[in-house]
């Protein structure tokens, strides 16, 4: 029904605007507001949110034109320009400003009515253009994660994974061949060797079917249990954490976020796994957390963070620690010393919104951290 449908009129002639009115109110149209100059008119309409606007080409401040473009920006609504002369310019701009139809003055109550319907309906096949070009940058952004993992699955396959399994073939080749003629001293460390190089590559293998899974996410985050997550991360690095004879520091309580568990363990996993690693002999660990709201857009978040006490990384090189290959100078691709691990603690967080880095002070040590939404008071 025609009453259902609400409109405001932007017209700085008094008795033009007076005779719109009576047509649309005879039309049946609900009328529920009016302006007289352009600036107001874009504020009135961004207000009452009308269901059409019927918009005068010459107002004072922004002419209808520009009070067109302009709601076409930040509140789209169906408009019917009214002008005093009909030129094909004109029409042409007032498409290209987002109008859908456009009426001579003084418009006859047939036309205002067809104008309206014809805005309308043109206003309706904008948005849905809008909608499916909207899905197509996000489906052709997915496509080119998917070709950037699918790079990475290759790049990773052709070096990190060829890499362990070559030295498992060649020693395996070895012992096959030649295995009663070595002392049992150099066998032991042949199948040293073997055993080294397979969990490597079954640690290769686990990554890329967990970059996988990340790619493919499609649960809803929930709300983390940190404190749980972060003493079950530690329980798995129980034998790494002795071997280095590693002291872990860590806070009594913890902030709520979202995100999901699992994954959110191995984001943990990885950093700690790093620290203890590269973080010096006997390593002293830091696990704690604070504001992300360097900026603004960053209050909604939460940092976590693991500092540990090694030598640091020079900045040429954090530019790169969440890149799964390094550039060398000479054009040549390598795995970072990290591994894979960063760029899959990057996917998982990124899957989130939130973002990942490093910080490498003066006084020595690493910090890299990551950010996850918190939890909405209330929810």
Aim: glycine share 6%.
């Amino acid at each position: 029904m025609k009453s259902s449908i609400r409109v405001v009129i932007a017209e700085d002639d008094a008795l033009v605007n007076e005779m719109i009115q009576r047509h649309l109110e005879r039309l049946g149209y609900t009328i529920i507001g009016e302006a007289h100059d352009g600036h107001t008119a874009v504020e009135r309409i961004r207000d009452l949110r009308p269901d059409v606007v019927i918009l005068d080409i010459e107002m004072p401040g922004l002419n209808g034109l520009e009070a067109a473009e302009e709601l076409h920006k930040h509140c789209p609504t169906p408009i019917v320009i009214l002008t005093a002369y009909e030129t094909p310019e004109l029409v042409t701009q007032a498409s290209a400003a987002g109008a859908g139809a456009y009426l001579l003055k003084p418009p006859h109550p047939r036309d205002l009515d067809r104008a309206i319907t014809i805005a309308m309906a043109r206003f309706a096949d904008i948005m849905a253009l809008r909608s499916m070009n909207s899905e197509l940058q996000r489906l052709n952004t997915d496509l080119e994660t998917s070709n950037a993992d699918l790079d990475a699955y290759a790049r990773v396959v052709a070096h990190d994974l060829k890499d362990p399994l070559s030295v498992i073939l060649g020693f395996a080749e070895v012992l096959s061949e030649d295995h009663n003629q070595f002392p049992p001293e150099k066998l032991s460390e042949y199948l040293n060797i073997i055993v080294s190089k397979s969990r490597k590559a079954v640690s290769i293998i686990n990554g890329l079917l967990l970059l996988a899974e990340v790619q493919h996410l499609q649960q809803q985050a929930e709300a983390l249990d940190m404190q749980t997550i972060v003493n079950e991360t530690l329980d798995r690095l129980t034998w790494q954490i002795a071997e280095g004879h590693a002291e872990i520091a860590l806070p009594d309580t913890w902030p709520q976020v979202l995100g999901y568990p699992q994954l959110v363990e191995e984001v943990w996993a990885n950093y700690i796994n790093n620290a203890l690693k590269y973080g010096g002999p006997n390593p002293q660990i830091t696990l704690g957390y604070d504001s992300a709201s360097e900026h603004p857009q960053d209050e909604a978040y939460q940092r976590f963070w693991v500092h540990d006490s090694g030598p640091g990384i020079a900045l040429q090189i954090r530019e790169n620690l969440f890149e799964p290959f390094v550039r060398l100078a000479d054009g040549r691709l390598r795995s970072s010393s990290h591994g894979l691990g960063l760029s899959i603690v990057r996917r998982i967080i990124e899957k989130l919104g939130g973002k990942v880095g490093v910080e490498s002070p003066p006084s020595g040590g690493c910090c890299f951290w990551f950010t996850l939404p918190k939890v909405e008071e209330g929810s």
